[in-house]
């Protein structure tokens, strides 16, 4: 059992130090102590405005470099790679807890994919625009959807006309998004570790997406069918 | 109804009134349209008889929504923009996934 954490950047780079104090004190069996780190990407000078970063190396060492004294009790492993068709089966298996910060549809439509081939598997995931943003939770029990994929009723994940990043060509430019604030990566950081946690001590969530707008303070849980 | 129900009712949307606050709520939600957009909710009254589409343009800035916003559902069922409503329904604009912007390599 392992938990993965793909994107280590607005996201993900503050989901998971709190991520790894769930899980060294979690009384529970199922919360993991072995954590993959996984991003392609490096911290550039103007990250440091959202994310956490120490150092401008790759995102997924310089998290596991910053996190690995502070929690000897887990194993932390980094993968500083993109997630792609080749590796995903190696960075994605049964049994594991699967969070997702990445900020491309085609990811998002590949791990869904993939996970939709295992046998058991949770995949939380989160993406916000500036002010708003929605977590899904899609989970497999036994080979079968416990909850609906990340691409139900989101046709723009389904066809994403994004690309994965490690299917960009050397010097490509991924096209510049919405400004991205710290409070919004925050909030989808808190509400990925908050859903995991309802489910480590309940096996089961009341919803399978939430969303959430900071500009009228209101959140809304929905459970697909 | 007796006398005394007589003298204390009061109409509310053709009915009468309700002791508890919260089935007065319920009753009153259960005669408007709902509509959701990712967080935020609005309740609508009067809207009998108006497509999807108008809807979406006359929600457009109050829910913020968008061009993206493709795929509606009313009462849980996928839709057009030619839908005809009834009035009563629950109507989602399903929000896109965030998808937060990436820097410049």
């Known amino acids: 059992m392992r938990?993965?954490?793909?994107?280590?950047?607005?996201?993900?780079?503050?989901?998971?130090?709190?991520?790894?104090?769930?899980?060294?004190?979690?009384?529970?069996?199922?919360?993991?102590?072995?954590?993959?780190?996984?991003?392609?990407?490096?911290?550039?000078?103007?990250?440091?405005?959202?994310?956490?970063?120490?150092?401008?190396?790759?995102?997924?060492?310089?998290?596991?470099?910053?996190?690995?004294?502070?929690?000897?009790?887990?194993?932390?492993?980094?993968?500083?790679?993109?997630?792609?068709?080749?590796?995903?089966?190696?960075?994605?298996?049964?049994?594991?807890a699967v969070f997702l910060a990445v900020d491309n549809h085609a990811t998002r439509n590949l791990v869904s994919s993939h996970v939709g081939t295992l046998t058991d598997v949770l995949l939380i995931s989160g993406g916000n625009e500036t002010y708003d943003g929605n977590i899904q939770v899609y989970e497999r029990r036994n080979g079968k959807d416990v909850s609906p994929p990340l691409s139900f009723l989101h046709p723009e994940i389904e066809s994403p006309k994004d690309k994965n990043p490690a299917d960009l060509a050397c010097g490509e430019l991924v096209a510049q998004g919405n400004v991205q604030l710290l409070t919004t990566n925050l909030t989808i950081a808190s509400l990925m570790l908050n859903a995991y946690v309802r489910w480590l001590e309940r096996g089961e969530l009341p919803y399978t997406e939430m969303y959430f707008d900071l500009l009228t303070g209101n959140v809304r849980p929905v459970k697909r069918i | 109804m007796d006398e005394r129900e007589q003298k204390l009712s009061t109409t509310v949307i053709g009915e009468n009134i309700v002791d508890n606050p919260d089935q007065l709520r319920a009753a009153i939600v259960e005669k408007q349209l709902t509509v959701y957009c990712g967080a935020n909710v609005q309740r609508l009254d009067n809207v009998a008889g108006m497509t999807v589409g108008t809807l979406r343009g006359r929600m457009r800035e109050i829910l913020n929504i968008t061009r993206d916003h493709q795929m509606v559902r009313v009462n849980g069922a996928e839709v057009g923009n030619d839908f005809v409503l009834k009035g009563t329904e629950e109507v989602e604009f399903i929000k896109p996934a965030g998808e937060k912007g990436s820097a410049l390599r």
């Open chain 1, 3 to 96: 938990a993965v954490l793909i994107g280590l950047g607005g996201i993900g780079s503050h989901l998971a130090e709190p991520l790894c104090r769930t899980l060294v004190f979690s009384k529970k069996e199922q919360a993991p102590k072995r954590i993959l780190l996984i991003d392609g990407d490096t911290y550039e000078e103007k990250n440091r405005e959202r994310q956490r970063c120490n150092v401008l190396v790759n995102k997924a060492d310089a998290t596991r470099e910053a996190l690995g004294p502070l929690f000897p009790e887990l194993r932390l492993e980094a993968k500083p790679r993109f997630v792609d068709k080749e590796n995903i089966f190696l960075f994605i298996r049964k049994g594991d």
